[in-house]
Nanobody
Framework: QVQLVESGGGLVQAGGSLRLSCAASGRTFSNSAMGWFRQAPGKEREFVAQINTWTWSSNTLYTDSVKGRFTISRDNAKKTVYLQMDSLKPEDTAVYYC??????????????????WGRGTLVTVSS
């Protein structure tokens, strides 16, 4: 099983940038999908981005509210997934979670679509 540890959260002003990292340990990391979710106070956990990487290609998926501002990437040699967040807005404030181990029977844009989670890292965007 994969273990996930997020880092890189913090306090930033609106319009600023942060890069989150998710370090994975455990079994094979390369040919697997990885995702980022976030949960704001009093709200449900929501999908942010996903990256799928195979030996022949890779593709990404974003929720509409972060398209053009956030970029998900991965470094398989370092077993790390990144979320570069630019042009941050106060509504991006949330705890950000890394996810792994897809549940094939469930869409990956829902939390139930993943079986392994990190503990999260807090991102606070001030106005």
């Amino acid at each position: 099983q994969v273990q996930l540890v997020e880092s890189g959260g913090g306090l930033v002003q609106a319009g600023g940038s942060l890069r989150l990292s998710c370090a994975a340990s455990g079994r094979t990391f390369s040919n697997s999908a990885m995702g980022w979710f976030r949960q704001a106070p009093g709200k449900e956990r929501e999908f942010v981005a996903q990256i799928n990487t195979w030996t022949w290609s890779s593709n990404t998926l974003y929720t509409d509210s972060v398209k053009g501002r956030f970029t998900i990437s991965r470094d398989n040699a370092k077993k790390t997934v990144y979320l570069q967040m630019d042009s941050l807005k106060p509504e991006d404030t949330a705890v950000y979670y890394c996810a792994a181990d897809r549940n094939i029977a469930v869409p990956t844009t829902t939390p139930n679509g993943w079986n392994t989670w990190g503990r999260g890292t807090l991102v606070t965007v001030s106005s």
